[in-house]
Structures are given as structure tokens and as C-alpha cells.
């Protein structure tokens, strides 16, 4: 049961152009997005959230755009450094409850 | 910058074999989390823990798993009889507020290997 799904395994970009991360999700009781970063052998890490009363947050490089019609989140990273490379989660919450659901991930390399 | 700690960072068990997981929450932090990913697969939760009792858990959290916070700094994930489906990262996590607003903080994660 894929609530949360990151379709693309894998994404190569060139070190200063943008990176773009999409996510899907099916279930309409999330409310609230968040996009981890995780290197290996270390646990995710928080890079940037959103409430599903916004379209846009935006911090720094990272900017999270939501679709709530589409059902659909992207990451933009601009621009992107080798030091992003990494595997980044799309995971959601509805409202009420403690649980984090996953994607399954997409792989980012910035090639220098 | 604080951080969850969580031992051991690899376990090897025989199935059967009770294991304990232990973490080391951010000290002002309200709420705890394990999570775990077998494999090539999604993270995925298992429990949330608030004010000395598990608020909301998953059908993977059966009753051959329990947590307790055993004194006002670790939080431990006990697994009573391994098997080998358990083998697994597991990722304990804490927030201050309980939704999670501002990310949660996650541990480096125990390798748990069941043999």
C-alpha cells in the first residue's frame, strides 16, 4: 500500500543547475509534507516541511511546492551542490497522528 | 548541535534471542519514535511514545515488541524472541512537538542482523 510514492529511483544533475524531486501521495487525510535527506549510514535528516495550507515553502536553496489537487509535492534544490547528493524522503502525516509515512526514496548525485 | 544517540550501531543475534535497542533522545524533546527499514525498502514506523505511554503504534508493532523509558534520558525498543524478518535498521526519532512541525530528529540507527 504505497500512500507515499517517489517514482524515480534515481536523479543525476550538474553541480549548479536545479534539482527537482517529485512525490505523489494518495492519501487526502495527510496534512502536513516533510523531505528528508539521508546519507548512508546515518538516520534522515529534516531538511524542509509543509502544512497542507500552503503551496510554498521555501528555505534557503530548498524550496517544497504543493499540489493539494494533484495530490502532488516536488523539492527544487538551486543551486545544487555535490554535497547533496544523497537519498531524499518525501514523507507525510495526517492531522492527529505521530506516524510519519515514507516514500521510498530517490537517489540524487550531483556531478562536479 | 543535539543529537539522538542510539547503541549499538550493529547487532548480531541468534533468532529467537530477546534484543534491546537503546536511544538517547534530545534531552528537552516530548515525544519518541522507532522506525525501522528492512532493506531496500521504505522507512517505516513502528511506534510513537509520549508522556510514559505509546501513543499511536503500527500493525508491525506486535506483541513481540515493547519500549519503555526506563529513566528520564534513554528510551529503549525491546524485541522479545527475534526472527529473521527482523533484521533491519532501526532509527529511533524525537520531536518537541508531537506533530512533528519541526522535523523530527532522527538517531544514526542500530543494524540489527538476525542469523
Known amino acids: 500500500d504505497q500512500q507515499v510514492k517517489q517514482n524515480s529511483p534515481s536523479l543525476s544533475v550538474q553541480e549548479g543547475r536545479i534539482s527537482i524531486l517529485n512525490c505523489d501521495y494518495t492519501n487526502s487525510m495527510f496534512d502536513y509534507f516533510l523531505w528528508y535527506k539521508k546519507y548512508p549510514a546515518e538516520g534522515p535528516t529534516f531538511l524542509i516541511s509543509i502544512s497542507s495550507i500552503k503551496d510554498k515553502n521555501e528555505d534557503g536553496r530548498f524550496t517544497v511546492f504543493l499540489n493539494k489537487s494533484a495530490k502532488h509535492l516536488s523539492l527544487h534544490i538551486v543551486p545544487s551542490q555535490p554535497g547533496d547528493s544523497a537519498v531524499y524522503f518525501c514523507?507525510?502525516?495526517?492531522?492527529?497522528?505521530?506516524?510519519?509515512?515514507f516514500g521510498k526514496g530517490t537517489k540524487l548525485s550531483v556531478i562536479p | 548541535e543535539p543529537e539522538v544517540t542510539q547503541t549499538p550501531s550493529h547487532q548480531v543475534t541468534q533468532m529467537g534471542q530477546e534484543v534491546i535497542l537503546r536511544c538517547v533522545p534530545i534531552s528537552n524533546h516530548l515525544y519518541f519514535y522507532w522506525y525501522r527499514q528492512i532493506l531496500g525498502q521504505k522507512v517505516e514506523f513502528l511506534v510513537s511514545f509520549y508522556n510514559n505511554e505509546i501513543s499511536e503504534k503500527s500493525e508491525i508493532f506486535d506483541d513481540q515488541f515493547s519500549v519503555e523509558r526506563p529513566d528520564g534520558s534513554n528510551f529503549t525498543l525491546k524485541i522479545r524472541s527475534t526472527k529473521l524478518e527482523d533484521s533491519a535498521m532501526y532509527f529511533c526519532a524525537s520531536t518537541y512537538a508531537g506533530q512533528g512541525t519541526y522535523g523530527y530528529t532522527f538517531g544514526s540507527g542500530t543494524r540489527l542482523t538476525v542469523v
Open positions: 514523507a507525510a502525516m495526517g492531522a492527529g497522528s505521530y506516524q510519519l509515512t
